[in-house]
């Protein structure tokens, strides 16, 4: 089971609750996969190279793990962790995470490395609305579509675009929850809390709407289009640093074999 599977199986059962808040955990201990702040990830390169027509650029093959993160909803059966090897918290800097998706009984069910493509700040209420899935539009439609010429200002290899685009203007992701039958669903919503030392002192507190979408790509995998709406609501215990933004993350499955924290 993926974790969107989960997201929409839970939400069956508890009737589509939002979380409560929940504090940031004191320290990096309990982690998946024994995941630590300043502990490392290693990558095996082989499922990017299979999948040469995905947006997701392949990270190096050893990386550093600066935050640890939980993303805590009602909408959830098991566990959600962020292991961050780039948190981007400037917005013009990349974020990059290996998202774990453990079940109730504690077991690692999915593995996806992200990389953030863009941050928007929507100006207006009606964008706003939009990205909260409000009014039965916007975020939680069936299907979602990245659009060649929205390239032109992002820094990302150009030959990567490239392939991933081939003859075509256009990349259509089909939402990863809900029947296709369904125009409209609500968005997933939850709290996310990130620890940036093992002490727990610095980190970050926000609200999140979001929506997974899918397509698949070139070595039977999956490359995923996460679109999460986020609503800082603290940063290093300073309240003042409120903000909402619109993360556009790609992300790759990968399996257990290709990965390795440390």
Not at 16 to 22: E, V
Not at 127 to 139: H, P
Not at 163 to 168: D, P, T, Y
Not at 199 to 206: A, E, F, I, S, V
Request: hydrophobic residues 40%; contains cysteine.
């Amino acid at each position: 089971m993926s974790w969107s599977q989960a997201f929409a199986k839970a939400r069956g059962l508890l009737g589509g609750r939002s979380s409560d808040a929940q504090p940031a955990a004191a320290a990096d201990a309990g982690v998946p996969l024994g995941g630590r702040i300043g502990g490392s990830i290693s990558f095996d390169a082989a499922p990017f190279r299979l999948a040469d027509d995905s947006l997701v650029p392949a990270p190096a093959d050893l990386v550093q793990i600066e935050s640890i993160s939980r993303l805590r909803s009602a909408d959830l059966q098991g566990a959600v962790h962020r292991l961050y090897t780039a948190r981007g918290d400037a917005g013009d800097g990349p974020e990059c995470f290996l998202q774990i998706y453990t079940d109730p009984e504690g077991e690692a069910r999915e593995l996806v490395y992200y990389h953030r493509l863009l941050r928007l700040f929507p100006a207006s209420p009606e964008e706003q609305a939009a990205f909260l899935g409000e009014g039965g539009t916007g975020l939680g439609e069936a299907s979602f579509r990245l659009h060649r010429e929205q390239f032109a200002g992002l820094v990302l290899p150009q030959a990567l675009v490239d392939r991933a685009f081939g003859e075509s203007d256009t990349l259509e992701y089909t939402r990863s929850a809900g029947s296709p039958a369904q125009e409209h669903i609500a968005p997933f919503r939850g709290t996310e809390n990130r620890i940036d030392d093992r002490q727990g002192r610095n980190g970050l507190r926000q609200d999140v709407v979001f929506m997974p979408y899918r397509r698949s790509v070139a070595g039977s995998g999956e490359e995923q289009l996460l679109i999460c709406t986020e609503i800082v609501e603290e940063q290093n215990g300073d309240s003042a640093r409120r903000e909402i933004h619109v993360d556009f993350m790609v992300g790759l499955v990968l399996g257990a074999d290709f990965v390795a924290v440390h």
